[in-house]
């Protein structure tokens, strides 16, 4: 184990009197404050939680940020420096008031969520303490826990820590990945009385080349969101066409002379239940496929795509099934399943969810391709195949440009109050509480 102190940059006298006199004016005279929120990891918004944190936020507006954003960013490359924070691109300079008055603190955690190493884009975290005079309060200093390094490269944080005092007009600054505590505030005078509050600006600069990853939904949700809010770009949402001729009879010959070489797919059960299904690998002439049908899929969707997958040969066997579901949102938007070759008993559907709210049942032939938009429609075949074999090609495109993510439909069904496709524990906050105060158990 190898303990390593937090570095951390402090400046005093950072705003001018004059500067820190205006701050005080803007935050006393205009500033509406809120409860401070807590988000917890995987979690898009944050939640009031009086056992983690106490203390009150408000926007720091253009006003109140004009005294802080040149002096910041002329500081940006000795800070980094300073606190150990590689080179980044900045983005976005988050920033907000915070108000800590008698009894307000903030119990250890990392600006990008509670563990070391969480993802974010926040990189550098600033806090600037202001407060009036005489200063009416103690405590609420500013503590960095040491980390810890296993030998395994595991990061932790240690029980021992220093302190940063809250001094008015200093600032700090530190790598968004520290473990920091705010101790409680005690106030010497009557609540709300000059000078016992604890204020700060505070805020983070964002590495703008950082991607946020996706939320942790479970399949049922994923699903509902992707089919409400994952954008259109046909009447239907599908269709059967025919499989161009010369496709087709390369596919088949290909399928014949490589039927003897499978192996079992390294499927996800969660999905395929019924067992998972043989797999014939054409990785090596898959893309030359997908190319030479591109301009089909773009025709049907009109919109120019680029490719993302060529998947299979898949082989379902008999009594196999798939759960219906949505594919990948960030790459799997417009699909096709090029059906080869089946030795079934009984015609075998697929069922898929079109873009009129109807589950549709679908039985291709061979030499026969579904075309269909497959991170908007659900889509399956929950019946067992009842023959011994059933062989398609999976094709994936996305449209040029596109960026849709999971996150982007959670916002969007949370911004709508979606309660009836999202499960209570991702309702926005305001809800949540409202079922709570209802005494509903199923929110807690």
Same mark, same amino acid.
């Given at each position: ?97 915070? /108000? ?7 119990? *250890?955690? %990392?600006?990008? $969520?509670? @563990?070391?190493?969480?993802?974010? &884009? ?100 994923? /699903? ?7 954008? *259109?770009? %046909?009447?239907? $949402?599908? @269709?059967?066409?025919?499989?161009? &001729? ?199």
């Amino acid at each position: 184990m190898t303990t390593t102190p937090v570095p951390f940059l402090v400046i005093e006298d950072f705003l001018t009197a004059e500067e820190h006199a205006t701050l005080l004016r803007l935050v006393a005279g205009d500033a509406e404050f809120a409860p401070a929120t807590v988000t917890k990891p995987g979690a898009v918004g944050g939640d009031v939680d009086l056992t983690q944190r106490r203390a009150a936020v408000a926007d720091a507006d253009d006003a109140v940020f004009e005294l802080f954003e040149q002096r910041l960013t002329a500081l940006l490359p000795h800070a980094r420096r300073e606190v150990g924070v590689d080179r980044f691109v900045v983005g976005a300079v988050e920033r907000q008031v915070t /108000a800590h008055t008698d009894g307000d603190f903030f119990s *250890a955690h %990392t600006d990008i $969520g509670d @563990a070391i190493g969480a993802a974010s &884009s926040r990189r550098l975290s600033y806090v600037y303490y202001f407060n009036q005079s005489p200063k009416a309060y103690e405590g609420g200093e500013l503590l960095f826990f040491d980390h810890v390094v296993d030998g395994d490269g595991n990061r932790s944080h240690a029980e021992t820590f220093q302190v940063v005092e809250p001094v008015d007009n200093s600032i700090v600054f530190f790598a968004s990945d520290a473990v920091h505590e705010v101790r409680p505030v005690r106030a010497s005078g009557e609540p709300g009385a000059p000078g016992t509050t604890r204020y700060t600006v505070n805020g983070w600069f964002h590495d703008a080349a950082y991607v946020p990853p996706e939320p942790d939904l479970d399949p049922a949700t994923r /699903a509902a969101i992707s089919q409400r809010y994952t954008p *259109a770009f %046909t009447e239907t $949402g599908f @269709a059967v066409v025919p499989t161009p &001729s010369a496709v087709r009879r390369a596919l088949r010959a290909l399928y014949e002379e490589r039927i003897g070489q499978v192996d079992t797919e390294d499927g996800d059960e969660e999905y395929l239940p019924s067992g998972l299904p043989d797999f014939v690998s054409i990785d090596d002439v898959g893309g030359m496929f997908q190319f030479a049908l591109q301009s089909l899929h773009e025709d049907w969707c009109g919109v120019q795509l680029e490719p993302t997958a060529a998947y299979g040969l898949r082989v379902y066997r008999r009594g196999q099934t798939l759960i219906p579901h949505t594919d990948r949102v960030w790459t799997h938007v417009i699909s096709s399943i090029v059906h080869i070759a089946h030795d079934t008993d009984a015609p075998w559907p697929l069922t898929i969810v079109g873009l009129d709210g109807v589950e549709h049942k679908v039985f291709l032939e061979e030499g026969q391709m579904l075309l269909y938009e497959s991170a908007r429609c659900p889509h399956g075949r929950p019946v067992p195949l009842d023959g011994e074999g059933y062989c398609s090609l999976f094709l994936h495109y996305r449209p040029v440009g596109w960026s849709l993510t999971y996150r982007q439909l959670l916002e969007q069904a949370q911004a709508d109050e979606a309660t009836d496709i999202l499960p209570p524990e991702l309702w926005p906050p305001h809800l949540r509480e409202a079922k709570e105060r209802a005494g509903d158990p199923a929110s807690r």
